[in-house]
């Protein structure tokens, strides 16, 4: 049984240490894909001004799973999030990876 385990946490934290190739866009995106190639570009960058662009005035956004029960935020609710998050990050002296991240809890719409 020990040996077992032993091999159990060996093979997990091996698992742990690899990591995927960064994604490559293709030459030529989808639409929806170039849309979602900007998003990342103007969020990593905090240019809140050209991600603004890609979101309708009916925007929202919720954070999932959606039984936490918190509200949906507009787009301008939204966009001031962005810039407290962005505000916070400054004053820790971190910057925002996107490219690394997980996938965000967020459900757009």
């Not at 979101?55 to 507009?74: E, R, W, Y």
């Amino acid at each position: 049984m020990g040996q077992g385990l032993s091999r159990q946490k060996s093979a997990s934290s091996s698992l742990h240490k690899m990591s995927s190739p960064p994604y490559e866009f293709p030459e030529d995106p989808s639409p929806q894909l170039e849309v979602i190639r900007k998003y990342y570009a103007y969020l990593s960058a905090f240019d809140f001004d050209n991600l603004s662009t890609l979101m309708t005035d009916d925007f929202t956004q919720q954070m999932a799973p959606l039984s936490l029960g918190v509200p949906k935020k507009t787009k301008g609710d939204f966009l001031a999030f962005l810039g407290q998050y962005q505000a916070n990050l400054n004053l820790q002296g971190q910057r925002l990876d996107v490219s690394r991240a997980p996938m965000t809890p967020f459900v757009l719409s």
